[in-house]
């Protein structure tokens, strides 16, 4: 499942070809997704402007000239492909995960430039498309979540707050997009691996010290993990693959009977299911 960073990854790739592009025709295959297509959602990007793609979390946002927003989700398995008429043999997809071709089943809709196009791929129709009419609304759309990671609201003012739902365990809290956004599960492990905190700890025994370190290490490794994806995306054209990437910098996560990682630790990594998701951890280190 894509989280911030590959969001992000595909935002900026995104970003760069289609920035003052103008949307020629749009194709929707198929309505069904999450949320169904709305009817006029052809009629609201054909012939406008894109000015930019933007991102909130896990929400890629485009904002288009005739001032509304095109919000796209990558649900569990969305994917965009960027389909080149000049440039027919490179890889097609904007992500590092998932085929770097496009599939041929699941093309659910088609957005066309000039000279590319946009094809949006989902097998599991998880993601969605929808239009928000103005300004107001998008920040509407997001009230409910909680800051970035980034934001400078995400501090430990606003993380003591939350200990006092005592019960809660911090991966339980961390994955929580209420609480923070675009933490998923791959990197809530990374996370509290670095701040050497057990992910199974109840958030009231936190240490002030502890949040600070949760707080600093959400930032490291989200933004750690947008510059590696972002050099695999510019490996792609060369290795013709998913090679490299990302993943061979995880600590714990899918590492489980492994040895850990950290200098001077002889404990192997646990795996456990928290709150229905498997986590990553080494319980000789991470107290
Ligand atoms: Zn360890």
């Given amino acids: 499942m894509p989280e911030l960073p590959e969001v992000e990854i595909v935002r900026q790739s ?40 933007s991102r909130f979390s896990k929400y890629l946002i485009i904002f288009l000239s005739n001032n509304k927003f095109c919000l796209i989700h990558l649900g569990m398995s969305g994917t965009i492909h960027l389909l080149d008429l000049k440039n027919k043999k490179d890889t097609t ?10 599939p041929k089943k699941h093309n659910h809709v088609e ?5 590319f196009r946009i094809i949006y791929n989902d097998p599991r129709r ?24 980034f934001n ?10 939350f200990k006092k739902d005592k019960n809660r365990t911090i991966k339980d809290l961390l994955i929580d997009q209420k609480f923070v956004s675009g933490i998923g599960n791959i990197y809530a492990s990374e996370i509290l691996f670095l701040s050497k905190v057990n992910p199974q700890k109840k958030i009231k025994l936190l240490t002030s010290k502890q949040c600070i370190q949760i707080i600093s290490n959400s930032r490291k490794v989200l933004s750690n993990a947008i510059d590696k994806g972002g050099s695999s995306i510019r490996d792609f054209k060369n290795t ?34 928290i709150t229905n998701r498997s986590t990553f951890f080494c319980d000789f280190c991470q107290k």
């Fill in 93 to 102: 997809n904007l992500s590092f995960y998932n085929s770097p071709f496009l």
């Fill in 152 to 161: 400078n609201n995400f501090n430990l003012k606003y993380f003591l707050q």
């Fill in 240 to 273: 013709n693959g998913i090679k490299g990437g990302y993943q061979d910098s995880f600590r714990v996560y899918q590492r489980e009977g492994m040895n850990c990682k950290r200098q001077n630790c002889t404990g192997k990594i646990k795996k456990k299911v």
């Fill in 14 to 53: 995104l970003n760069k070809k289609i920035q003052q592009k103008k949307v020629k025709k749009v194709i929707v295959r198929n309505r069904n997704l999450r949320i169904q297509i709305p009817n006029d959602f052809k009629k609201v990007l054909e012939n406008k402007i894109i000015h930019k793609v």
């Fill in 111 to 115: 957005i066309i430039f000039d000279n």
């Fill in 126 to 149: 998880f993601g969605f498309f929808q239009i928000i009419k103005n300004y107001k609304d998008l920040k509407k759309r997001f009230i409910h979540l909680g800051p970035e990671p």
